[in-house]
């Protein structure tokens, strides 16, 4: 009942930029919470950054300082940008996000992923 849609992955140079965007639509009342995770072939998934409805944000800390998650609440869209990026960068990258719907009081939901390549 509730979709999320990644956008803006693709192949960067190492010290490039990033910019992705993932929108929530389906049958949402209140978005508590939405941020990005990664998957590294061979990896774990692992957080990347999440921000609450009024803006805390949380980091991975080892991210911390190369990589910003912001949220247009009015859109149900959450960003995530990156200047500076780093071969090990290299991950499929999921939205997420922590949803009130109109048939529960919370969950949490998934985007299909984006893939993010830093090669030169």
């Known amino acids: 009942q509730v979709q999320l849609v990644e956008s803006g992955g693709g192949l960067v140079q190492p010290g490039g930029s990033l910019r992705l965007s993932c929108t929530a639509s389906g049958s949402i009342f209140s978005i508590n919470a939405m941020g990005w995770y990664r998957q590294a072939p061979g990896k774990q998934r692992e957080l990347v950054a999440t921000i609450t409805s009024g803006g805390r944000t949380n980091y991975a800390d080892s991210l911390k300082g190369r990589f910003t998650v912001s949220r247009d609440n009015a859109k149900n869209t959450v960003y995530l940008q990156s200047n500076s990026l780093k071969p090990e960068d290299t991950a499929v990258y999921y939205c997420?996000?922590?949803?009130?719907?109109?048939?529960?009081?919370?969950?949490?939901?998934w985007g299909q992923g984006t893939q993010v390549t830093v090669s030169s």
């Open positions: 997420y996000a922590r949803v009130v719907t109109t048939y529960t009081p919370s969950g949490d939901y």
